[in-house]
């Protein structure tokens, strides 16, 4: 079942343009009959009609457009991200050596916008709507309440999901404090670029980022926000340096303790049998969020290594899938090179320990999907069956880790086994000279909702990378200073 979801998702992510990652010196012009023109377009602003609104895009302001499918998708030089039906307009192309064309809706294809001036500033919020939309705004939050009268002069992240019991809301405040619970919020306006206003229902409304950093991508800018006081306390998570620039991944610590590893609820796979108690004997802390294309591509350039494919859904904050069980360990062992510190894959036990934060059922949350917590082929996800989502879309669990379930399976260190009966108790790997197939944990986009349980396993060749596999990371030895 594994290799079906996989090839599908890689057929179709095939038929997706890549965006251009640099803008190129003059405006490139691809149109549907196959034509290239290079030169300067010229025009009122591109409109895009999109399903919460009407939004005007000035030239200055965009990286590309491609055309084609469901929607019209359009990227700016500020990471945002909008999808929509490119709204009739007539456009100049004025060419260097040859004769101005006057290109209309219909003969576009695809754009890549080069440089202007006057590009507009960016604004200081960020939104993120259902379906993966990502906008830079100056967000007006009306009625908005969210534990203990919390405002928005206070926030720098809510996080919004809507349950059968109302709007609840995950949010992070500016001194670093963390909260979940029930929201408040009668509805949001967004001042875009040229002072035009779109009005939100909370419904549709993921994310809500409040004063984040202009520079960069929005996602990593509110990945930041989501732990404003990052570094600054020993308790909290923390990232290492890498020793010439830059940080490791988000890490957490986790305590030592003891579990009942498998299948608790007796309706699982026989592999997940029998059920141990497993004691956690070492301290360790694993990242918070599943290694991203940011974190991963870091290690690329600094090794020249190759960077995986993002299956045409854009890398930034996402899970760097397609890398196999071999690439997952030379990052670890990069990564302790870099840091001075000993990283590596969970063991497995380590994972479900972590994944289950002290939970014994199906899912950390409960027994049962309620579509507010993964991503996964029936989990009700704006990205399921489609591809992965960013990391850190859902809730985090009692150990403040996101996407345990769902989203990409995750290598670990093990040998696979059908059984759990020569595991060792202590946390260690199972280890075999005559190794075949290393585990992966968690389940995935394409996969249902079963396969997202804490105690469901899978497994794969080490050598073999997937579309729906990325990987999270554990450092040894920790110390109460870090």
């Known amino acids: ?103 209309h809706t219909g003969d576009l294809q695809a754009i890549d916008f080069g440089p202007r001036e006057g590009a507009p500033a960016v604004l200081p919020d960020v939104l993120v709507l259902q379906g993966g939309d990502t906008l830079r705004a ?28 109302g709007l609840r809301g995950q949010w992070s405040r500016r001194d670093g404090v963390r909260g979940t619970g029930p929201v408040q919020l009668e509805g949001v306006e967004a001042r875009l670029a040229g002072d035009q206003a779109l009005t939100l229902a909370p419904g549709r409304i993921e994310s809500i980022g409040f004063g984040l950093p202009a520079a960069g991508d929005p996602e990593r800018a509110l990945l930041q926000g989501r732990f404003p006081g990052d570094g600054k306390a020993s308790a909290g998570p923390f990232r290492d340096p890498l020793g010439q620039g830059g940080n490791g991944p988000l890490m957490v610590r986790l305590p030592t303790g003891s579990y009942r590893r498998g ?4 309706d699982g796979d026989r592999d997940e049998q029998p059920v141990t108690t497993v004691h956690i004997a070492e301290p360790f802390a694993i990242s918070v969020f599943e290694v ?5 591509a870091v290690f690329c350039r600094a ?122 108790t202590d946390g260690r790997p199972l280890q075999d000279d005559r190794c075949g197939k290393r585990v992966i944990r968690g389940g995935g986009w394409s996969f249902p909702a079963g396969e997202a349980r804490s105690a469901s396993r899978w497994r794969d060749f080490p050598a073999r990378a997937s579309d729906d596999t990325g990987f999270r990371v554990v450092r040894e030895e920790v110390s109460p200073g870090g």
């Open 1 to 103: 079942m594994r290799f079906r979801f996989a090839l599908v998702a890689i057929l179709l992510g095939g038929l997706l343009p890549a965006q251009a990652a640099e803008p190129p010196p003059s405006d490139i012009v691809t149109l549907q009959n196959g034509n290239i023109y290079s030169g300067w377009l010229s025009g009122g602003p591109l409109v895009l009609e999109t399903d919460y609104g009407r939004v005007r895009l000035p030239w200055a302001w965009l990286r590309s457009l491609r055309r084609g499918g469901e929607a019209d998708r359009v990227a700016t030089i500020h990471g945002e991200r909008l999808r929509g039906r490119l709204v009739a307009m007539d456009v100049e192309l004025d060419r260097v050596l040859d004769p101005a064309l006057t290109l």
């Open 138 to 165: 100056a967000v007006a939050a009306a009625g908005l309440q969210a534990g203990n009268g919390l405002d928005a002069g206070r926030l720098a992240v809510l996080d919004l999901a809507v349950g059968y019991d």
């Open 263 to 266: 299948d608790l609820q007796g």
């Open 292 to 296: 991203t294309f940011d974190e991963y």
């Open 303 to 424: 090794t020249g290594r190759r960077m995986p494919d993002d299956s045409g859904w854009g890398r930034g904050a996402r899970p760097a899938v397609n890398v196999s069980w071999e690439d997952a360990v030379a990052y670890t062992e990069w990564l302790s090179e870099r840091t001075g510190r000993r990283y590596r894959l969970p063991s497995e036990a380590e994972w479900e320990y972590a994944a289950r934060a002290g939970s014994e059922t199906r899912f950390w949350w409960g027994q049962e999907m309620d579509g507010l917590h993964a991503n996964c082929a029936d989990c009700g996800s704006p990205w399921e069956s489609e591809r992965t989502a960013p990391v850190g879309r859902f809730p985090a669990n009692a150990f403040g880790l996101y996407d345990t379930s769902g989203n990409a399976w995750e290598w670990v260190l093990d040998c696979y086994a059908p059984h759990y009966e020569d595991h060792p």
